[in-house]
């Protein structure tokens, strides 16, 4: 583009409108943004996009040049004004790179650059509102596709990819699916779990906030796969900015034929509605959010039967994480063998990992699984935020297990974690320094079990509880053999007795706790010596 | 008779909220979404005609209302301040921060201040994650908290918060 050109038409700056972006102020910088355009006479276009997800680098704005996007940041909240000025008079708008602030080109920047971006290739990078945008990066090719193909086609596809589900369960896609499809009914659904309620876990808001089509179209060949023509996605209370955002996504893709009657001139027709949930963790669990979405307390039902066979209403029910549905429009596009090639043993393709806590470069990391977590934790995470030593990283939510930096050579791989009594669950990985006290965090997840248990089994509902008093008896009484006998009794009716992971997994973190930190439980028992 | 016609009122207006919503599948939870959007908690006087309208019985209705950390039964302060409390901002001091959020305002959670400014809340999660400890006001999520952050944003929100008695 000629430089008269450039001047022509409005130049366009693009600025972040995730949540954490937000948070840390890019509201702000599109407002100086906006001033400064006005009293200079200049045409400036803010393009609000999802997040990169480098978010120590934010608020960070981006604009477009002939070699791809330059970004400029972190730009410092207290300072805005001099240094919005000073970036439009080094004519950042051109791309510039002279300006102290400037990154340079956005996917040169190692930590991106070092991605395997499958699901998020577009978060940060479009207006999560535009389907014209959408279209022109690939989307909307997968549900073409799916409309020349057979149920049976997309089954073998979503089947041959690998795909488990990144919900934290990591369930076959294609078995979950083959089964609904299998069951006659007239009636089935499609529900996506968004009530992403792990500690430490953001990448399910990002897609949503970044690239919501992505999961909508997701669903909508879900829906042509089992035969299913109502979608529900269930979306956290927590998320205010993801629903702001999927309601206008959602009407806009009725306005334009996706959903609805007929899409996108087929014979196919699929429904699609959004649902708020109301601040219970425990509705994270498929069966107890069926029971919510069905106007019922989150209570868990007890398995069998599958939600596949007798879900929601009773009916055949696909339950997928919103980041299982976002994949599937690229694997039908990029072939099940695309996807199948990255990754290792039975984990196939690609996981968004969630970096965060006492970390000095948090933020999304989407990696083919296999490489080791201490990869993520200096490779990217670069070490703790507060300088310190880094003692424990909790990966996999409150009901994942601790580890000390004995473990944090294991791959990044479902069962690697589970051969260790870890779980990777939804990629949320959360540093901690050496001023944790892990008798504290041990506690918190009996704790935090207590308050969210739905208190239909015992184990899980009385456990906890039991479980505060005896650790609080423990670091004032000191580690004596009935004590800890007592905590692994507890434990092991908690894991083998409770209904579902909520008092099955809990067990997890507190042990984890013990085994590897057991010198923080003690401290009374040490000052007595 | 002012109480009457606005219970009147009121009344109508939980009729028209039910009655928009009732069609939909498990509508339950659309209908105590909108009623607290509407009157900022679920008051007393919903339960029977939700009861009624959707054919359960009152203790159906009021149990789901009570399962919900979200929804209230009574009416909350001006500003809803809700604070993290989960894993990856205890990694950045929220122990420390809730602490002192609590001395400040003089309340624990599930209270609000005598002004009636602000009600506390914990919250298991805002997503916010890179950017801990993290709050919530109303439908925005704050990152990096301080108690030093805490009071400007207090006197941004132009909130005269009465002192706590130490």
């Known amino acids: ?529 | 008779m002012p109480e009457i016609s606005a219970e009147i009122e009121q009344n109508a207006a939980l009729l028209e909220i039910i009655d928009s919503h009732k069609a939909l599948e498990g509508a339950l939870l659309p209908i105590l979404h909108a009623i607290q959007q509407r009157f900022t908690y679920i008051p007393d006087t919903a339960i029977p005609l939700i009861a009624q309208q959707l054919n359960l019985s009152r203790a159906e209705v009021h149990s789901v209302t009570r399962f919900y950390s979200f929804f209230r039964s009574t009416a909350p302060g001006k500003h809803t301040l809700q604070l993290c409390r989960a894993e990856a901002c205890q990694a950045r001091g929220s122990r420390a921060l809730e602490q002192a959020i609590q001395q400040r305002l003089g309340i624990g959670f599930h209270q609000t201040t005598a002004d009636r400014a602000i009600s506390l809340e914990p919250v298991y999660c805002l997503g916010n994650c890179a950017a801990s400890p993290s709050i919530r006001i109303g439908d925005t999520v704050y990152g990096g908290m301080t108690i030093e952050r805490f009071e400007r944003l207090l006197s941004t929100l132009a909130i005269p918060v009465v002192e706590a008695q130490s």
């Open chain 1, 1 to 529: 583009m000629s430089d008269t050109e450039q001047q022509s038409c409005p130049r366009k700056i693009f600025l972040s409108r995730d949540t954490t972006s937000l948070a840390l102020g890019a509201e702000q910088v599109a407002d100086r943004i906006r001033a400064s355009e006005k009293h200079r006479g200049e045409d400036i276009e803010i393009v609000r996009t999802g997040s990169r997800g480098l978010f120590w680098l934010e608020p960070m704005i981006e604009v477009d040049t002939a070699a791809g996007r330059v970004a400029y940041g972190p730009l410092p909240i207290d300072q805005l004004d001099e240094t919005i000025e000073s970036l439009l008079d080094a004519d950042c708008l051109a791309g510039d790179k002279r300006h102290p602030l400037c990154l340079g080109l956005t996917e040169a920047i190692p930590y991106l650059a070092k991605q395997q971006r499958f699901s998020f290739s577009r978060v940060g990078v479009i207006d999560p509102l535009s389907l014209a945008d959408y279209q022109q990066h690939g989307g909307l090719a997968g549900l073409h596709l799916a409309l020349t193909m057979s149920a049976g086609d997309i089954l073998a596809v979503v089947s041959d990819s690998g795909l488990r589900g990144r919900g934290g369960a990591a369930f076959p896609t294609g078995i979950k699916w083959q089964t609904v499809h299998d069951v006659d009914s007239e009636q089935k659904y499609i529900v996506c779990n968004a009530d992403e309620g792990d500690s430490g876990s953001f990448a399910d808001r990002m897609l949503m906030e970044g690239d919501p089509f992505s999961l909508i179209e997701g669903m909508i060949i879900a829906g042509i796969a089992v035969g299913a023509q109502q979608g529900y996605i269930y979306l956290r209370e927590e998320y205010p900015n993801a629903h702001s955002i999927l309601k206008q996504a959602i009407a806009s893709a009725e306005a334009q034929q996706l959903l609805g009657n007929n899409i996108l001139g087929s014979s196919k027709h699929f429904q699609l509605e959004l649902r708020l949930a109301a601040g219970a963790y425990i509705c994270g669990e498929e069966t107890a959010l069926l029971e919510s979405l069905e106007g019922k307390r989150g209570m868990v039902r007890a398995k069998p039967p599958l939600p596949a066979i007798s879900g929601l209403f009773g009916k055949p029910t696909v339950v997928n994480n919103v980041l299982t549905l976002a994949a599937i429009a690229g694997i039908l596009t990029r072939g099940a063998a695309y996807y199948r090639d990255y990754g290792i043993g039975r984990s196939r393709g690609t996981l968004p990992f969630q970096l965060s806590g006492n970390i000095k470069y948090p933020g999304l990391i989407e990696l083919a699984f296999g490489p080791s977590l201490r990869t993520l934790l200096e490779d990217f995470g670069g070490g703790t935020y507060s300088g310190r030593p880094m003692r424990s990283v909790q990966v996999g939510g409150p009901l994942g297990a601790y580890l000390p930096a004995a473990q944090w050579d294991i791959a990044l791989d479902y069962e690697a974690f589970s051969q260790h009594n870890a779980v990777l669950g939804h990629g949320g990985i959360v540093v901690f320094d050496d001023s944790v006290d892990m008798a504290e965090q041990a506690r918190f997840s009996m704790e935090f079990c207590r308050i969210e248990s739905c208190g239909k089994c015992t184990p899980c509902r009385i456990g906890s509880t039991r479980g505060v008093e005896l650790i609080d008896k423990i670091c004032t009484d000191g580690c004596s053999a009935n004590n800890m006998n007592l905590l692994e009794d507890l434990c092991d009716t908690m894991t083998h007795g409770s209904l579902c992971a909520m008092g099955g997994m809990t067990p997890i973190p507190v042990q984890s706790a013990l085994q590897h930190f057991a010198e923080d439980f003690s401290k009374q028992g040490e000052q007595d010596d």
